[in-house]
Every structure is written in structure tokens, then in C-alpha cells.
């Protein structure tokens, strides 16, 4: 046993000392792989390392950061759209001098494209560049600093056709919607590039670009950070760090919130300092925040988006999708009329250019005879300007806004309908600023903590959308254009869209039915290549198939042990199919309430309690995107042949979506007993409904009694006192040993167990959706048991 221990170590010795270093190069033929941490590529000084990030559970991109940072900054991703998995995805260095990620399954995720008959190395500068060098020329055949992400590091060039693209939100890596880039008058600018607009905001040029400092004369189209951290852009912007000199490390980031940021890293605690940012640049100047005919303005300085009276939101889980009118304009000119908005601005898509000393009445005219004007604003400085607009988007208000904005609306709308204002705010942004930003570490010194605030507020109205909602609207926004200009995430996951022709030869035309749900029928099938899948034939689906293969892929995106696994889906004509791992041992309801098989013993239904609320948990809290589940209970629960639970039927709440309902407030899904009070009072539906079905899931484990056994017996208005009120009443009169399963062995009880799991069950069905445990405390709190046993 020594004698192992010592080969053990002899064995791990060598791995174990270049873990701390890292490699200064990878040669032709070698690899860098995602299960060893210790392969990385270090900088000559150490400043930076290259080599696989998690940017998600399971999910890794091959980045540059700061080594010293205290959470590792990632200053460039090779892969950031396109995360791989943590089992045997690679860098490698091919023989030919291409330089490819491969993922598990072998597929390339991303290569540098290059090419080269002689000897090649890849090699990670002291800059944070990372060089493919032709050892014969000694030139750089590729690097990574033509390929910028969101990042400009100081010596690195930002040129014609480079551009810094954001990432979509906080904490994520992936492309976002805001751009900084040389535009087609050589000016640098920032970019909101929506999914339907598309518009400048930095520079504000309302007063021509020269007034902003800029010019349009010098094609070079080039901008720099140098090493004392000055920056200077051949459109003459020029702007210097806080603290200028040789020395600190800097780094110029986009952020998701729009906002460019140079920032400055304090070694001594790891953490960035601002050192610059656009003073006239605000949050509320960001677009695409708030939608058409949305305000910006401030409150407790936190950005927040309102709509005019008279108006409502488009989407209640969306500020980008704007408002509109409560009753429909008509281009009746006797009905015509404008709503004053006073000191607001909505900026842009002006109908003329300036117009100097006009009156407000031809101002007002000029906007109402043009059917194109949807409204003016008009300049409160008695200069008379007058600026019509045909789209009102980008607006905002400040106390010193100097100007008032008009918005055409017709006079049958007498502002009755209330403004939908301050939706934004709520109460659980509160959790979310003490999420420690590393970015504004020590900033308020700098007097920055105004932008700090800014920037944890934006994160916040991010946030606080995804929490109560189906899906996170980031990615709702963006998923359709680019599930389908990059199907890749699809193929680098295994994901498969079948024929139907393959399908219905697998399933023997749909032969053995093995399941029968709400959302249709499942099948037994064996594919060409062998494999045994269960095959759900949906009904029902109002979805296009654009929009199907959208949502599906999210779903066939996420990977855990206790879900069942989506391998691919096929959608032709009306025919829409998904295509599952196929589960061995059926559903838990047939396990737990029939009679015939043997019955589960005490452990193994903890173990079930355990593996699903691990599985309803990563849906919740740990996938990329939330996911509710909806309708918890025991037949959809699936068992493997070691009696390992998976959760299946998740995110089927997302393919039928019901158009028409508005976002968050679903109509009621999922089945009686299981269902929380919340659905029936209209309100909306978030994460701890799952755990309310959970909960009653726990006590059908332990009393193997079914929900719907008392339903029957017991009138509809006291719908939830069912199974729940049987078992307190009966624990308080006969105790706990009453309520247990009378098929589970004798030999098997233990009490701490059974005790536990009616603990935290009655913590999950409490009516109070606040008082609920989330999964992730569910599940800490079932094994604390485990592992005192
Ligand atoms: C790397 O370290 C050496 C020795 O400390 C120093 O002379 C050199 O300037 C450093 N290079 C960079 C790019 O920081
Ligand atoms: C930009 O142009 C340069 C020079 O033509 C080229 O080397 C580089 O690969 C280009 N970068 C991108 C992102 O296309
Ligand atoms: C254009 O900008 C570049 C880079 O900043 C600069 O070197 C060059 O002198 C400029 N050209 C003119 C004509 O100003
Ligand atoms: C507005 O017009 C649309 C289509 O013309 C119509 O379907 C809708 O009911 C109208 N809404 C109101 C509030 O009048």
C-alpha cells in the first residue's frame, strides 16, 4: 500500500511542478486540454496565462487573462460564442501550422485558419498576445490581437476592421449588442447594435462631430493604448489613464452596460480601478435599454425606464420592446394632438436637420401634417429649435435636459391608462449589490461611485427581468439570428436534427407507445446507429420552426446527470419531434404507487429525493438560462437502471408559450395536487413553484400515498389542504412513524432520514412562496444527513 502511495506520487511529481508555471510555448504537434489544469501558456514575465476557462457549468472557452487578477480577467476568448465541454475538448497545433479547439466529440469549435509549411510555435507574449510564429521567418503568421473581443490591451491596435463587441450580460461571455468600431466616416464610435435598430451614442454629436472633438478627415482609422496609458485615435479622440505612467497594468473593456472603461489594476489587492471613462457619456445615453417611447431617467441612480401616460409596455419581461400607446394613433388630423413631456429628450432619427429660431406653433404644425412624425422635441433654451422625429426611441430625462419632447397621440386617449413606471426597481436588486464587482473595487476614491452605482443598477435591471421570468431577455433577443447563423452550438453539442422519415422508421411507425404526457406522446425507438431513445411526438405547437429549433437547441444545450438528456429534435411540416436519452426504469409514479413491483426502500427514495432536487436545482440556479420546470411530479420523473432519478419534460413551457399571454403571468400549467396556490391566484409564477410540486413530491416519496388520491375525495375550495394537512394532522396525533410507507422494510428505517425529508417537504409547501427553500438549499439541506450518516 506504501509502496503505491510512493509510486503515486513519484508518478504525479513532474505534472504537479508545471502546474504552478505554466508553459512558455506549445510546439507543433502538441495540445492544451480542458481536463488538465495544469496546461496553460504563461507570458516571459508572468502577466499573463492563456489556456480553457469555465465560462459555465460544463461549459469552457479558451481564453487570455490576467494572471495576477484576483478573479482571473479574460482579456480575449478564441471561442466565446461557443463554449466547449469539460471532457476532452483541445487546443492543438496541428502539424500543418493551423491552430484548432476541438470539442468532445472531435468537431472543430474554432481554428486560427492559417497555414504553414514550416515550423510552427504558438507563443503568449508579454502583452497578452498570442502569436503563431513561423520559426524559419520568425514572423507572426496569426495572432490574437487582430481579433480582439471586448478588450483593447495597450500596444494593441484597434483598426479598420476590428471591433470591440461588449458581451451580453454580467458574468457571461458571450457576444452582446454593443460595439466600439471606426465607423464609415472614420469616426470611433459606440454602437447599439440591436436586433432592430442599430444607432450610435457615443460620441453625442447633436452638435456635429468637430464639437465633440472628432473629426471625420483622417482615413488611417487607427487608435491605440500605449504603455503610459495614453490613448490616441487618428479621429483626434485622445484621453489619458488617472494615472498616467509606466507601470500599471491596463486594460480598455467594453462593458455588457455599453459603457467603455479603461481600467488600471492594483496588484497589491488584485482588483481594477478606473482610471477613464466617457464623462459625457450616461447609462441612460446607452441605447437599447429602454424601447420605443420609453424614458430613461435616474432614480436613486440607478437607471430606470418608464413609459409616458397614456402608454404601456409592449413586454413586460422586455424594456427593449418599448411601450405603445394605449389607444391606436389615427392619422385623423382633427383627432391629432401632443402629449408634452417636459425635460425629455428622445434622441436621434430627426425628420430635417437643425432648424434654428422656429416658432413652437410651426414647430407643432410642421410635425403634425407629416404622417411620418411621431412626435418633436422642442429646445427650452429660447434658441427655437425644433427637431421632428420619426422614430422616438433612446429617450431620457434629466432635470437639465434643455428640452421638452411632444408626442403625436390622438384625443380620444385621455391619459386614463396609468404609467407602467419603475418596473425595474425591485426590491431583489438589493441581493445583487452585494455581488462584489471587481470592476469597481475602490472607485468611489476616484469619485467613480456614481458610475459604480450605474453600473451595478444596470446589472440589476438585467437581473432582476431574468429572476421572475421564463427566460433570461437577453438571450431571448438574440437566440433566433443566432441559433440560426450558428447552428454550431448545436453540432458541438451532439444535438441532431432528425427526418422524420429516420424517426418513424425508429420508432417502427410509432409503434411502442411508453408514455402518454400533456404535451403528447412517447415512443420506444432504436436509431440507425444503434442507440435506444424514447421519441415524444409533441401536439399542439404554435411555434414556427425557426423559432422551435431556437428554443429546442437551448434545451438540447443543457447537460446534467439528473435530466434527462435531449439528443435532437426534427421538425417538418406539422410534424414536430424530440428525441430523448431513453430511460430504463420508467417513471417514479409506476416504481412508488403500484403494487406489483418490489417496493423502494428508504434509501433509495432519498436518493431520489437528493438526484431530483440536484437536477431542479442546475435548471433553476446553474444553467446559463433559467429554465422552470412547471410541472413537477412523479411521472416526470425518470429512474435509471441504478435507480439514479432524471428529471425529464423541462423547458416545455417554453415551446408552448402561449403567444398572446403576456410574459411571467402563464396560464396554468402542470397538474392538480402538484400545482402552488400562486398559479391560482393569478400571480407570477418563479422558481419556487417547482419547489412547492417538489415538496409534495418529498411526502408522496415517504407516505407513498398520491397527491391525487386525496383530490378526489376532497372538495375543490380547499384544494390545498390535501395531502399536506393529512400528513401534519396525522405526524401531531400519531407521530411520524404513522405517516411512512408501510411497504418500506422495517430493517431500512432510519428515522433521521424520514425525518428530514418531512422537514424539508414542509418547507416546500409552505404558501408563502418567500418562505420557500430555492433547490440549491434543498439540496444542501438533504445532505447534511447524508453525511452525518
Ligand atoms: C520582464 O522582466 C524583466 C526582468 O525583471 C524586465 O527587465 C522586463 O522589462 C520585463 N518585461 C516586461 C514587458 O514587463
Ligand atoms: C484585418 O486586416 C488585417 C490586414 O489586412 C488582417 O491581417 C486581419 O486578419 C484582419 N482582421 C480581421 C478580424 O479580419
Ligand atoms: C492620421 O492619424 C494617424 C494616427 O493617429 C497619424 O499618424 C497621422 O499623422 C494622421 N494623418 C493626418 C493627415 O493627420
Ligand atoms: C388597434 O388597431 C389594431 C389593428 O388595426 C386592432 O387590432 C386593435 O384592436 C386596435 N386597438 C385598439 C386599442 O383600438
Request: aromatic fraction near 12%.
Amino acid at each position: 500500500m506504501e509502496f503505491f502511495g510512493f509510486f503515486v506520487l513519484l508518478f504525479l511529481a513532474p505534472v504537479m511542478a508545471s502546474s504552478s508555471t505554466g508553459m512558455p510555448r506549445l510546439k507543433q504537434g502538441s495540445s492544451l486540454t480542458v481536463d488538465k489544469e495544469s496546461e496553460f501558456l504563461i507570458s516571459p514575465n508572468g502577466t499573463f496565462s492563456a489556456g480553457f476557462l469555465e465560462v459555465g457549468t460544463n461549459a469552457f472557452g479558451f481564453s487570455i487573462w490576467f494572471t495576477n487578477s484576483a478573479e482571473k480577467t479574460v482579456v480575449w476568448m478564441a471561442n466565446r460564442d461557443r463554449p466547449v465541454s469539460a471532457k476532452q475538448s483541445k487546443m492543438t497545433l496541428n502539424r500543418n501550422g493551423n491552430m484548432v479547439l476541438t470539442d468532445a466529440y472531435g468537431l472543430i469549435v474554432w481554428s486560427t485558419d492559417t497555414f504553414s509549411t514550416s515550423n510552427v510555435e504558438a507563443h503568449l507574449l508579454e502583452t497578452g498576445n498570442l502569436v503563431l510564429i513561423d520559426q524559419a521567418t520568425t514572423h507572426f503568421i496569426w495572432e490574437s490581437f487582430d481579433f480582439p473581443t471586448d478588450t483593447l490591451l495597450p500596444l494593441q491596435h484597434l483598426v479598420k476592421n476590428t471591433t470591440l463587441v461588449s458581451v451580453r450580460s454580467k458574468g457571461t461571455h458571450l457576444s452582446g449588442v454593443y460595439n466600439l468600431k471606426f465607423d464609415d466616416s472614420n469616426v470611433l464610435d459606440l454602437i447599439y447594435n440591436g436586433p432592430q435598430l442599430s444607432s450610435i451614442y457615443w460620441p453625442i454629436v447633436s452638435n456635429g462631430v468637430f464639437a465633440a472633438g472628432r473629426t471625420p478627415y483622417n482615413s488611417s482609422r487607427i487608435a491605440v493604448l500605449d504603455e503610459f496609458g495614453r490613448f490616441i485615435s487618428s479621429d483626434e479622440l485622445e484621453f489619458m489613464a488617472s494615472d498616467y505612467g509606466f507601470g500599471p497594468k491596463r486594460r480598455l473593456t467594453l462593458d455588457y452596460d455599453g459603457i467603455l472603461r479603461l481600467y488600471s489594476l492594483d496588484e497589491s489587492t488584485g482588483f481594477w480601478d478606473i482610471s477613464w471613462l466617457p464623462g459625457s457619456l450616461d447609462s441612460c445615453h446607452v441605447q437599447g435599454l429602454c424601447g420605443e417611447y420609453a424614458i430613461c431617467t435616474y432614480k436613486d441612480l440607478k437607471p430606470t425606464c418608464t413609459c409616458p401616460d397614456g402608454f404601456e409596455r409592449n413586454d413586460l419581461s422586455d424594456w427593449s420592446k418599448g411601450c405603445r400607446p394605449s389607444v391606436n394613433l389615427s392619422n385623423d388630423h382633427d383627432k391629432l394632438d401632443f402629449m408634452q413631456l417636459l425635460n425629455t429628450n428622445y434622441y436621434g432619427y430627426d425628420l430635417e436637420t437643425l432648424k434654428f429660431t422656429i416658432s413652437f406653433e410651426d414647430c407643432r404644425n410642421s410635425c403634425l401634417t407629416d404622417t411620418r412624425c411621431k412626435g418633436f422635441l422642442y429646445a427650452t433654451d429660447g434658441q427655437g429649435m425644433c427637431f421632428p422625429k420619426s422614430q422616438l426611441v433612446n429617450g431620457f430625462r434629466t432635470p437639465d435636459t434643455q428640452s421638452d419632447a411632444y408626442v403625436k397621440v390622438t384625443t380620444v386617449s385621455s391619459p386614463t391608462v396609468s404609467a407602467q413606471a419603475d418596473e425595474l426597481i425591485c426590491s431583489d436588486t438589493e441581493i445583487l449589490l452585494t455581488n462584489n464587482d471587481a470592476k469597481g473595487e475602490n472607485s468611489d476614491k476616484n469619485g467613480y461611485m456614481r458610475y459604480l452605482r450605474w453600473f451595478v443598477g444596470s446589472f440589476g435591471v438585467i437581473e432582476v427581468i431574468c429572476f421572475g421570468f421564463w427566460w433570461c431577455f437577453v438571450f431571448r433577443k438574440h437566440v433566433n439570428e443566432e441559433m440560426i447563423n450558428m447552428g454550431y452550438i448545436v453540432l458541438a453539442l451532439g444535438f441532431k436534427r432528425f427526418t422524420y422519415t429516420e424517426l418513424k422508421r425508429a420508432t417502427k411507425n410509432f409503434k411502442e407507445e411508453i408514455g402518454k404526457g400533456g404535451f403528447g406522446s412517447v415512443y420506444k425507438a432504436i436509431l440507425d446507429d444503434g442507440r435506444v431513445v424514447a421519441v415524444k411526438r409533441l401536439e399542439g405547437i404554435l411555434q414556427g420552426n425557426t423559432e422551435f429549433w431556437a428554443e429546442v437547441s437551448i434545451i438540447g444545450n443543457i447537460n446534467h446527470r439528473n435530466l434527462v438528456k435531449l439528443w435532437g429534435f426534427c421538425t417538418e411540416k406539422n410534424h414536430k419531434l424530440l428525441v430523448y436519452e431513453y430511460v430504463k426504469n420508467g417513471s417514479l409514479d409506476k416504481l412508488l404507487f403500484s403494487d406489483s413491483s418490489p417496493a423502494l426502500g428508504l434509501e433509495q427514495r432519498y436518493k431520489i429525493a437528493v438526484g431530483t432536487a440536484k437536477g431542479l436545482s442546475y435548471l433553476h440556479e446553474e444553467c446559463l438560462e433559467w429554465v422552470l420546470h412547471c410541472d413537477v411530479k412523479p411521472q416526470n420523473i425518470l429512474l435509471d437502471d441504478q435507480l439514479e432519478p432524471k428529471v425529464a419534460d423541462f423547458g416545455m413551457s417554453k415551446l408552448f408559450k402561449d403567444v398572446t399571454h403576456d410574459v411571467g403571468f402563464s396560464r396554468v400549467r402542470g397538474t392538480r395536487g402538484y400545482l402552488a396556490p400562486e398559479w391560482m391566484m393569478n400571480m407570477k409564477i418563479d422558481a419556487k413553484a417547482d419547489v412547492y410540486s417538489y415538496g409534495i413530491v418529498l411526502l408522496e416519496l415517504v407516505s407513498g400515498k398520491c397527491v391525487s388520491d386525496f383530490l378526489s375525495a376532497v372538495a375543490q375550495d380547499n384544494e390545498f389542504d390535501h395531502l399536506v394537512q393529512w400528513m401534519t394532522n396525522k405526524i401531531k396525533q400519531e407521530g411520524l412513524k404513522e405517516v411512512i410507507d408501510p411497504r418500506i422494510p422495517e430493517n431500512e428505517l432510519d428515522m433521521k432520514k424520514v425525518e428530514k425529508l418531512v422537514s424539508v417537504a414542509l418547507l416546500c409547501v409552505q404558501e408563502d412562496r418567500h418562505s420557500r427553500p430555492a433547490m440549491s438549499k434543498v439540496v444542501e439541506l438533504l445532505l447534511e444527513t447524508e453525511e452525518q450518516a
